[in-house]
């Protein structure tokens, strides 16, 4: 008898070559054990699919999901997710035993270059001594024992600011020794993205694994349109032999730190030391120049175009910066929102806890980025509590938005093809070989969805929304969500990266 039988669905197998087929999945001990277009024997669960697509379970590659239920992303689609981007985090102990029963999708995780460095160097500006240097290379080795997927850098934060280039590719030659991947926030998303191209290239050449691009994107409304340069330089360099990817969430707006408006110069040390700068006239004044100007230059100078998602201050959530500024008895004038923000720096002992949402990517460069047949889709989200401050949509809507509002509604491309973005695509990425396809033998991580009606809800202005269009997710033969509600199990398993050698992305 088989655990669970999925029957008259539309089976999308998830790689690139075929065409879907009518047909039955049946499910055992967590794997798929049968396909066809009929399938004999009993099962303890039915699910009829008349009229529904069967995927392979979606797969985000760019989550900072935590060990726990996760499900803004379960009632997604989202059967696996990866730990660990932008350069924080590290491995926690026993994580087999640490996931058991506790997670909703599955979770794999990277090592961090900024947790590293920060555990060993501190939040300083500086070059790490040869013995501090070798401290950190340990750190990423026992990791990458540990089952990490590979490296991950952030080099637009800090402490990872700090690094020079031949740090961070120190850093990756333990991960390339264990066949694991380096991930990487760029140094600059902006002005000078072909800069950090060229930089997250070499380091790739240099320490001998595959590059992945997190959150591709051109920033600034002074950038708007350059994703083809971007895509060109890229191109180039597959084309010259090496193993580069990247990932996308499909929206107009990123989100992030308050702190992402101030220059890394200011965040050196602690939040306590930032503020003492900040009484500093002189430091202040130039402080204040600086983020005037880049309001100008990437915002055009229209401040309602950063929303606070999170903050101490319940009154501040929601509010853009020009309202901020308005609260705080100050003009929307870039220079007058300037003085309101570090204001607010001052004002809170940890600005980290202060999220917003940074209105500044164009549509036109979506689209050309979702294009490549080396993008996938992924969220750069994470856990979050419903109707809890004012989140980004990507948490709740990232893979449904694409096989509703691109593929389906704009005709970017077919189903099949937007379904590989988000299951073949970054399993390949991430070398696993049972996961991310319907085939016998793999794990049962799958999604049943009406293609006619699935779609994202979640809003700028209404975030916290599930998707509609999905009955059912099934996470290691385990049925997690039913009709848009979670069963109440929590089969999400930790995933350690593959022992087989890496090999080059197609």
């Known amino acids: 008898m088989f655990d669970l039988k999925i029957v008259n669905g539309l089976i999308f197998a998830g790689a690139r070559a075929g065409q879907p087929w009518p047909g039955c999945v049946a499910v055992k001990d967590g794997r798929i054990a049968a396909l066809g277009a009929a399938i004999t024997g009993s099962a303890k669960h039915v699910l009829d699919a008349a009229g529904q697509a069967v995927s392979p379970g979606f797969i985000d590659l760019h989550t900072h999901c935590s060990i726990g239920h996760n499900l803004n992303y379960l009632q997604a689609g989202v059967t696996t997710v990866v730990n660990g981007n932008c350069g924080f985090g590290r491995l926690p102990d026993a994580l087999p035993e640490c996931v058991a029963g506790r997670c909703g999708p599955n979770i794999a995780f990277l090592t961090g270059h900024n947790s590293a460095r920060r555990e060993v160097v501190g939040n300083v500006n500086r070059a790490p001594t040869t013995g501090e240097m070798d401290r950190m290379v340990g750190l990423v080795a026992a990791d990458m024992a540990a089952g990490a997927m590979g490296l991950s850098a952030g080099l637009e934060y800090v402490p990872g600011y700090y690094a020079e280039t031949s740090e961070v590719i120190r850093l990756a030659r333990p991960a390339a020794d264990a066949g694991g991947i380096y991930t990487v926030h760029m140094r600059n998303e902006g002005d000078r993205i072909l800069d950090a191209i060229g930089e997250t290239l070499r380091i790739s050449e240099e320490a001998g694994l595959p590059a992945h691009v997190s959150h591709i994107k051109t920033v600034g409304v002074n950038n708007f ?282």
Not at 310 to 338: H, Q
């Open 225 to 506: 349109g350059r994703s083809r340069e971007v895509i060109a330089v890229l191109d180039a360099a597959r084309r010259r032999g090496l193993d580069v990817t990247h990932d996308q969430y499909p929206y107009t707006a990123c989100c992030g730190r308050i702190l992402l408006l101030l220059s890394q110069r200011l965040q050196e040390g602690s939040p306590s030391d930032l503020r003492a700068r900040l009484d500093d006239p002189a430091v202040r004044a130039r402080a204040r120049s600086e983020l005037t100007e880049k309001l100008e230059r990437v915002y055009g100078g229209d401040a309602s175009r950063v929303v606070v998602a999170t903050a101490p201050d319940a009154a501040m959530v929601g509010r853009n910066l020009a309202e901020i500024a308005g609260m705080r008895g100050r003009s929307a004038k870039p220079d007058d929102v300037a003085d309101a923000v570090l204001d607010v720096v001052k004002d809170y002992p940890d600005q980290t806890a202060i999220y917003c949402v940074f209105h500044n990517i164009a549509e036109e460069d979506v689209r050309c980025f979702m294009l490549s047949p080396f993008t996938a889709v992924a969220s750069d989200g994470w856990s979050v509590k419903f109707r809890e401050g004012h989140a980004h949509p990507r948490h709740y809507g990232t893979c449904p938005r694409v096989l509703g509002r691109y593929s389906r509604d704009l005709g970017i491309f077919p189903l099949s093809e937007a379904l590989r973005r988000m299951t073949a695509l970054p399993a390949a990425r991430l070398r696993l070989a049972d996961r991310g396809v319907i085939a016998e033998g793999a794990w049962a991580d799958l999604v049943v969805f009406d293609p006619a009606a699935i779609r994202d809800t979640a809003t700028f202005d209404e975030p916290h929304q599930y998707p509609a269009g999905i009955s059912w997710v099934i996470v290691n033969g385990q049925i997690a969500v039913d009709h848009s509600r979670p069963t109440g199990l929590l089969p999400g398993v930790f995933v350690p990266r593959p022992a087989t050698p890496a090999r080059k992305m197609t």
